[in-house]
């Protein structure tokens, strides 16, 4: 077996999380039930790609209100006017409600403008779920509601057990649904 794939399954084998963490952001996401949340998902390089795969799945297969701010224009005029750091509070500012969810995503959790971003979401309220790797003692790992770490310092590793976590969490819902 190569050692990239022994790395994955090593990875998602020890995976840490809050006990009930795939239940609970099931729930979160759909509001016990009642109804169902905005989604919000940031990311930057690799993390950026799998926001936005994952924004596009949970809108076209979940059925979800989603959004992912990395549009060009809107990346480039933000980072250019407020710095960098502020490239995903400015719009989770603006956008974010009581009840969303926010999703962030960063292989070191040490990303400022993701830092910046889950602290514009608690301000308003919102559920973070994190997901992040590298150092156990990044900040990211604790700052929200449920956290996902996957220990591992491989982008790669890391980056596809992100994509894991958040496809077995719609996956799972998609399955709950049909029943």
Known sequence: MRDSFRDLHS?????????????TVKQIITQQGYQKARLFFVGNGGSAAIASHMATDFMKNGEFATFCFNDGPLLTCITNDLGYENSFWLPIEQHGMLGDVLF????????????????AAKSKRMNVITLSGFSAHNPLRGMGSVNFYVPSNHYGTVEIAHLAILHSILDEMMEDERK
Do not use: R, W
């Open 11 to 23: 990875a998602l084998d020890f995976l840490q999380c809050e006990e009930g963490a795939f239940d």
């Open 104 to 119: 962030a995503i960063s292989s070191s959790g040490k990303s400022k403008n993701i830092l910046c971003a889950v602290n």
